[in-house]
């Protein structure tokens, strides 16, 4: 099972980061889930040692007017 967290960044201090990380550690591990990450832009707050592969999207992920 293929499973993509869409996040805007992963910014080490965000909630919504950590419980996704979190979410995506027990998939991994309950049901070796091959986990992967899609982030708009790279940050220098993001997480170091994030242990699931990561994507970093081209567009800014603005609407269109």
């Not at 993509?4 to 990380?21: G, K």
């Not at 091959?34 to 800014?60: G, M």
Request: net charge positive; proline share 2%.
């Amino acid at each position: 099972m293929k499973i993509l967290f869409y996040l805007h960044n992963l910014w080490e201090i965000s909630a919504t980061t950590r419980l996704a990380v979190d979410l995506a550690t027990v998939l991994k591990d309950k049901y070796s889930a091959d986990i992967e990450f899609a982030v708009n832009k790279i940050n220098q707050d993001d997480i170091k040692n994030l242990p699931f592969k990561r994507h970093v999207l081209n567009r800014k992920g603005e609407f269109c007017r």
